[in-house]
């Protein structure tokens, strides 16, 4: 699944979300889905309250749906 995007940008905390390829990015770093969930909606556009971990850090972003977000969540249910 990773190789089907570009090549992920920077992201910092203080953006407002993540997109897509961002979690991307931070998968191929370690990091792992702890959590994904949506955010009740306040606008247009669909947003997830997502936490990752690796090791002994977490981190607690905003994320965008988009396709990739999609399969994440999607791998995630329970088969």
């Known amino acids: 699944m990773l190789d089907r995007y570009l090549q992920p940008r ?3 905390p ?7 390829d961002i979690v ?3 998968l191929s770093q370690g990091w792992q889905v702890a959590s994904i969930q949506p955010t009740p909606s306040q606008s247009r556009a669909r947003l997830y309250s997502a936490s990752l971990v690796r090791g002994e850090e977490s981190l607690d972003l905003l ?3 988009g ?9 995630r249910l329970p088969g």
Do not use: K, M
């Open 24 to 26: 991307i990015d931070l």
């Open 63 to 65: 994320v965008l749906d």
């Open 14 to 20: 203080c953006q407002t979300y993540a997109t897509g």
């Open 67 to 75: 396709p990739a977000i999609q399969g994440i969540v999607f791998e």
């Open 10 to 12: 920077h992201w910092s």
